[in-house]
């Protein structure tokens, strides 16, 4: 079956630091991969995705880049930011028709200190 | 704001009850998915619904069941209530039936059960 598997939390960056969250995946055929993003209180956001092999997601300065090769997804930012503290979810959705099952890692808080 | 409106925000019951969760999805959005969080699992997929017919099912107990609605609203209900089911159970909703649509989630619905 599916499943993903994201590095342990949780996370203490000091601000402008940079960040690598790292992600791996198991899968059949050619699954599309996102991170999600959970602010404190609330739910899971769309933070970016990508749906083939060597695709680069990006989105607020965080960037991922799908690698078939090595089954992976990190996530990465430059310089992060006190407000970017949060938990991260990679996901997978599998390749083919039917409902959008979303298959999550466990997540890894990052807190980001001034 | 998702625009996903989960009610109520936090719930509180004994073992052997039963309780309803609600969700209303974003103005025009069809799917309706529901997903378990907890602490030693992480996010499972429990069920979608499309257009008021179910549409997927992932790890949802029998225990457990959920509808949709004609006006597009879904509840799930959980009976014989276990100390395990305590968990953050949120809901989300896409415009159709999958593909890579973006889902967006709801601000879920922390049950405990004492």
């Known amino acids: 079956g599916n499943s993903v598997t994201q590095m342990e939390g949780p996370v203490t960056l000091s601000e402008e630091a940079f960040l690598t969250i790292n992600c791996t995946y198991t899968?059949?055929?050619?699954?599309?991969l996102f991170w999600y993003v959970q602010y404190p209180g609330e739910g899971l956001q769309l933070l970016l995705k990508?749906?083939?092999?060597?695709d680069k997601g990006s989105n607020k300065g965080f960037e991922a880049t799908y690698r078939k090769e090595t089954t992976s997804f990190h996530l990465e930012k430059g310089s992060v930011q006190v407000s970017d503290s949060a938990v991260y979810f990679c996901a997978l959705r599998s390749s083919g028709a039917g409902s959008y099952q979303l298959t999550f890692g466990k997540g890894t808080k990052l807190s980001v200190i001034p | 704001d998702s625009g996903v409106t989960q009610t109520p925000k936090h719930l509180i019951t004994a073992t052997g009850q039963r309780v309803t969760l609600r969700c209303s999805p974003r103005?025009?959005?069809?799917?309706v998915y529901w997903y378990q969080q907890s602490l030693d699992q992480g996010l499972q997929f429990l069920i979608q619904y499309y257009n008021g017919e179910e549409r997927a099912k992932g790890n949802i107990l029998e225990r457990f069941s959920a509808q949709q609605f004609p006006d597009l609203h879904s509840e799930l209900n959980l009976s014989s209530l276990e100390l395990g089911d305590s968990a953050l159970y949120f809901c989300?909703?896409?415009?159709?039936?999958?593909?890579?649509?973006?889902?967006?989630f709801g601000s879920g619905t922390q049950l405990s059960v004492l």
């Open positions: 989300a909703s896409s415009p159709g039936v999958g593909g890579n649509e973006k889902l967006f």
């Open positions: 990508a749906t083939k092999a060597d």
């Open positions: 899968a059949t055929g050619y699954p599309s």
């Open positions: 103005s025009g959005d069809l799917s």
